[in-house]
Antibody, heavy 119, light 108 residues
Framework: QVQLQESGPGLVKPSETLSLTCTVS??????????WTWIRQPPGKGLEWIGY???????NYNPFLKSRVTISVDTSKNQFSLKLSSVTAADTAVYYC???????????WGQGTLVTVSS | SYVLTQPPSVSVAPGQTARITCGGN??????VQWYQQKPGQAPVLVVY???DRPSGIPERFSGSNSGNTATLTISRVEAGDEADYYC???????????FGGGTKLTVL
């Protein structure tokens, strides 16, 4: 059974870089079975797709975040990570890591982690 | 970019049928997924590929997709179905993923 678990700081200062890690169990992140994805949800608001990494290196990002986002894979730790630079209060959200196989298979989610941007 | 439009809220009495719509330009040519999210929890996939159900999801949950509207139908609604519901598509043209704004289902 594939499981995902997010980890990282719960508080980040404005203008700094938000860094989160998703630890994967049950499958290798280096396999090309899944698109490893980050999705976020500001408090009281809807879901926003951030982007994915696939096949250990191919990436695709939300165009509204693309200039600030990097998603990468660490095969030695079976993890994938999110970096979001120059954060502001608008980046405060619950961040979810998720996996999806194809365009039509739907996401399976980690439990999520709240990141607050505040000085 | 592709936009999905959902009604902010839908209300239904227990035992009745709830229908939650998701509008998008020619959405019938795309595949739609639906997620249920209860307060404080991660979303859960309830319908994928327009109308398929993952294992463990009751048959009361069904989906359809045609023209400019996809619909999630919940039959014989129960109090435990009260949640936010989100539609989602993966736009093959842009290779970007889009979510609808979400619909809060209230069981009266």
């Amino acid at each position: 059974q594939v499981q995902l678990q997010e980890s990282g700081p719960g508080l980040v200062k404005p203008s700094e870089t938000l860094s989160l890690t998703c630890t994967v169990s049950g499958v290798s992140v280096s396999s090309n079975t899944y698109y490893w994805t980050w999705i976020r949800q500001p408090p009281g608001k809807g879901l926003e797709w951030i982007g994915y990494v696939y096949d250990s290196g191919s990436t695709n990002y939300n165009p509204f975040l693309k200039s600030r986002v990097t998603i990468s894979v660490d095969t030695s730790k079976n993890q994938f990570s999110l970096k979001l630079s120059s954060v502001t209060a608008a980046d405060t959200a619950v961040y979810y890591c998720a996996r999806v196989e194809t365009y039509s298979s739907g996401y399976h989610w980690g439990q999520g982690t709240l990141v607050t941007v505040s000085s | 970019s592709y936009v999905l439009t959902q009604p902010p809220s839908v209300s239904v009495a227990p035992g009745q049928t709830a229908r939650i719509t998701c509008g998008g330009n020619n959405i019938g040519s795309k595949t739609v997924q639906w997620y249920q999210q209860k307060p404080g929890q991660a979303p859960v996939l309830v319908v994928y590929d327009d109308s398929d159900r993952p294992s463990g999801i009751p048959e009361r949950f069904s989906g359809s997709n045609s023209g400019n509207t996809a619909t999630l139908t919940i039959s014989r609604v129960e109090a435990g179905d009260e949640a936010d519901y989100y539609c989602q598509v993966w736009d093959s043209t842009s290779d970007h993923v889009v979510f609808g704004g979400g619909t809060k289902l209230t069981v009266l």
